[in-house]
């Protein structure tokens, strides 16, 4: 699918209503990520089941369209990932197809720099 208009305009053919009250749930899909990167990774932000999770958490649990009837927020984040790829993954399903890299696991041991009540490490003799 891509552009948010265009979910929203999917959304109208749905649900009813206007594009206009769905665009915001749509653009959270994209927002962010897409300002990162503008390429098909950008969905690994919020592309998933959890994704559509936090947009209820953000708009609640539905939303009143301009005909006046409520709309469940997650039957629309649902159609919203379910148009971009075909169906919904899990964050996992995203997390698997990352290629580890050497400096994503150099965890620095601040706790020694940071605690006051970091007990030395004693010189064995």
Known sequence: MGHCYHHALSSVRKWGGEPEDYLPLHQWFDEPSKMITADFRHRALRHHAEGVF????????????????DVPVRLIGEQHVLEDLGFIPSFADWVRCIRPEPWMGRAQPIHKLVDPFAVPETVAA
């Open 54 to 69: 936090m947009l209820e958490k953000f708009f609640g649990p539905t939303i009143t369209i301009a005909t006046g009837r």
